[in-house]
């Protein structure tokens, strides 16, 4: 049965959900025009929403006339109109990257043994602005406001991988000799940048590893990196190892910055 129909025949009894039935169908509309990458012929629209090119037609011109919607009238396809855009804006407006990795930190923090954080970069390279303890893993070198080495940690290895090189440079002058690690080579940086992942051990204190993934924003520019630090034998489960990974997807879903994921 199409939207269309479900709609027309459900009786007086369903009459009080039909509005909000009719505000789901048109966001479904509103998401496949969002999602497309070039403006959308009526057929392409309704296939993609499961719905009759009638059903399609007739909510799209309701989008069309409050400014939701706009409609080539050369072609007839379909676009996100200037409304959508200026709800859009609105959103990215509000949108802080930083304290929605904080959350997922926190989150992740309460549940593993993992102290986790989020780390912004700042000319002496990254710096941790949010720190979790975890209650099951108490001993961690990191603190909040702590700046961590640029080529011997995790989260320096996942910034070189996103930052320019230059930006990266006046960060290693800065920081003490005996501070820096070895620079990783051009291999190590682009297997960062391809799994969106860094990982080292006895960096920081013997037998302790950090982890560390980008969070991106709707630019698809890194913002911030989330990390975390833990004994790697106290991850029991093999989802474990890679919960710091889910957790930046599920950030980048709310930051816009899910390019480098590959999420939609």
């Given amino acids: 049965m199409s939207a269309e129909d479900d709609e027309d025949t459900q009786g007086p009894a369903r009459k009080r959900s039909g509005n909000i039935q009719s505000v789901s ?52 396809f379909y676009d996100l109109g200037p409304t959508a ?34 780390a912004i970069w700042t000319e002496r390279g990254p710096t941790v602005v949010r720190w979790y303890r975890s209650a099951l893993f108490s001993i961690s070198s990191v603190g909040l406001g702590d700046v961590l080495p640029v080529d011997n940690s995790a ?13 990266i440079d006046v960060a290693r002058k800065l920081q003490p000799t005996h501070f820096r690690g070895k620079r990783p ?10 799994t969106c992942w860094a990982e080292l051990t006895d960096h920081l204190l013997p037998g302790i590893t950090g982890q560390a993934v980008p969070v991106f924003d709707a630019q698809q520019e890194i ?3 989330m990390t975390t630090v833990t004994n790697l034998g106290l991850l029991h489960k093999p ?11 599920q950030a980048a879903r709310e930051t816009g ?5 590959s999420l939609k």
């Fill in 25 to 76: 169908i048109a966001t479904r509309f509103l998401n496949i025009l969002a999602n497309g990458s070039e403006p959308m012929a009526l057929g392409v629209i309704a296939r993609k929403a499961g719905t009759g090119s009638p059903t399609a037609h007739r909510y799209l011109q309701s989008l069309v006339k409050e400014g939701l919607v706009m409609q080539d009238p050369q072609t007839g």
């Fill in 155 to 167: 989260c320096g290895l996942v910034f070189q991988a996103f930052l320019p090189d230059k930006q």
């Fill in 85 to 118: 855009l200026s709800i859009g804006i609105g959103a990215l407006k509000r949108i802080d990257p930083v304290d929605i990795a904080g959350r997922h930190t926190k989150k992740l923090a309460s549940g593993l043994a993992a102290s986790a954080g989020v």
């Fill in 239 to 249: 989802e474990d190892r890679k919960a710091l990974l889910d957790c930046a997807k």
């Fill in 223 to 225: 913002a911030c990196v």
């Fill in 185 to 194: 080579s051009r291999e190590t940086l682009e297997t960062v940048r391809s």
């Fill in 257 to 261: 910055g899910t390019a480098a994921f």
